[in-house]
Structure formats: C-alpha cells, structure tokens
C-alpha cells in the first residue's frame, strides 16, 4: 500500500510566522503535490514536483514555495503566514494515473 | 476559469438507492478521469477512474459514465450505503501532462439516510 504522510493533523500559528508543512511517501514516487481544500473550491494546487530539486508552480503559488531535497520528501513553505491561507493543506504522491493523498494538515492562522 | 465543475454542492439519496453524481469539463484535451472521496479530517481516496477511450467503467458498487461529446461525466453508487456519506471529488488529467498534474472539480457532499 501506498503511503503518504504528513507532519502534522492540526497546527495553529501566528500572522507572520513562518510555517513548515513536510510531507513524505514510502513508495520512490518522482511526482509529489501539494494542494488546499478549501468549501466550495475543491482541491487547489498550489505547488507540484516531479524530481527531486525540480518544482513547478500551480494554480496558486503565491505566499507559497516549497523544497523537495530527497525524493521521498516534499515540504511545503509558508514565508509569512496570513489568515487567508487557513486552510487544509493535502500532499499527495502519484503512481501512473492516479495520485494517493496524506491525512492532510489542518492549518490556522491567527 | 473552472475546467472542472460539479454544479450540485450537496445530494441526499435513502439508503438503498441510487445515488448519482455528476461533473462537466470544458477541455476535450482530457483524456483521463477520476473520482475521490473524502471524509472529514482525512485525505481522499481514490475510487474509480475512467479513460477517455471508454465510455463505462463499473467496479462493484460504484460505475463511471463518460459521454464525451457532452463533456459529462457521473459516478453511480448502487446500491447506495450510510457509509458512503463523504464529498466526491471528479478529477481531469490532460493529456499533455507528463507530470500527472490533476484539475478536480467543487465536490459534492453526498448524504445517504439510512
């Protein structure tokens, strides 16, 4: 079975703070994601890499960067946190067509 | 600009029925699909996919239709069951990407009563 997870279920942090979200896969997947759930929007993307030290951006990279140094790791940067980017936050992996997903992490920012 | 979109944000069905859930897309160039479900507080599972070669894929209790001219595709859950309440999410992949890039729709949050 495929796994994919991540470092934390729940996390709050302050306006301003700089948050790490780390994700990891056992499974020696090239393509790692890294998507926001937010209702009514469904599954964002904000940032993609498809080899290690190689990202490309999504749909909404900015206040975003990330850093993918091993294969199985991808992590995922929040320079400066905002309130508008309380969030769930899901890293998934991809074998063929399909992607597996983490837990997710659920992000506030106050 | 949503190429992916699940236009019913909520459905309930009783237990036992069919439920139906649909998604349209505007990019012919999709030629893979999916869906995901997805209980609170956890990440989605993929369910079933479909390529855009076919028209009907069925596994168990849940079957994909894709009517490419329509550029329409549904999930059947039959019969429908009280553990099948979550959000399902329809996805698109393009046929260009080589990096398995996925757009996914709204969602629809599916309620079966028992």
């Known amino acids: 079975d495929v796994k994919v997870t991540q470092s934390s279920r729940y996390l709050v942090k302050r306006t301003g703070e700089k948050v790490f979200l780390e994700c990891v896969q056992d499974?020696?997947?090239?393509?790692m994601f890294w998507y926001r759930q937010d209702p009514g929007l469904g599954l964002r993307l904000i940032y993609f890499?498809?080899?290690?030290?190689?990202?490309e951006k999504g749909d909404i990279p900015e206040g975003y960067s990330v850093s993918r140094e091993k294969k199985e790791r991808f992590s995922l940067i929040l320079e400066s946190a905002s309130t508008n980017q309380t969030s769930m936050y899901l890293c998934?992996?991809?074998?063929?067509?399909?992607?597996?997903f983490g837990p997710g992490t659920r992000l506030t920012v106050t | 600009d949503q190429q992916v979109k699940q236009n019913s944000p909520s459905l309930s069905v009783q237990e036992g029925r069919i439920s139906i859930l649909n998604c349209d897309y505007t990019?012919?160039?999709?030629?893979?699909f999916l869906w995901y479900k997805k209980y609170p507080a956890e990440g989605p599972t993929f369910l079933i996919s479909?390529?855009?070669?076919?028209d009907k894929n069925e596994d168990g209790r849940f079957t994909v239709f894709l009517n490419k001219s329509a550029k329409h595709l549904s999930l059947h859950i039959v019969p429908s069951q009280p553990g099948d309440s979550a959000v399902y999410f329809c996805?698109?992949?393009?046929?260009?990407?080589?990096?398995?890039?996925?757009?996914f729709g709204q969602g629809t949050t599916l309620q079966v009563k028992p």
């Open positions: 990019n012919s160039m999709f030629d893979y």
């Open positions: 890499s498809y080899d290690v030290k190689m990202k």
């Open positions: 996805a698109a992949r393009g046929s260009s990407s080589n990096t398995g890039k996925l757009i």
């Open positions: 479909i390529s855009s070669i076919k």
């Open positions: 499974m020696d997947h090239e393509n």
């Open positions: 998934a992996s991809r074998l063929l067509y399909e992607q597996y």
